[in-house]
């Protein structure tokens, strides 16, 4: 895996340089693992994603 593989890609990241991309993947590999345990069952793994997704894109980017 290197650091680009992740949910954000430059088609949604406009503006983005490859390697603040490759920081916001990172991130959610890292946090991946203890979102998914804590998530509530009744979401599925895509669910959990766009939400970390949300969660990473509010408090690196203010969006």
């Known amino acids: 895996?290197?650091?680009s593989d992740g949910p954000f890609d430059a088609?949604?990241?406009d503006g983005l340089?490859?390697?603040e991309i490759a920081?916001?993947?990172a991130e959610f590999r890292r946090l991946w693992p203890?979102?998914?345990i804590r998530a509530p069952k009744r979401l599925n793994d895509e669910q959990v994603v766009r939400t970390l997704c949300h969660h990473i894109?509010?408090?690196y980017l203010g969006g």
Do not use: E, F, G, P
């Open 11 to 13: 088609d949604d990241t």
């Open 34 to 36: 203890q979102w998914r």
């Open 23 to 25: 920081s916001l993947n």
């Open 17 to 19: 340089s490859a390697n």
């Open 1 to 3: 895996m290197t650091d």
């Open 57 to 59: 894109t509010r408090k």
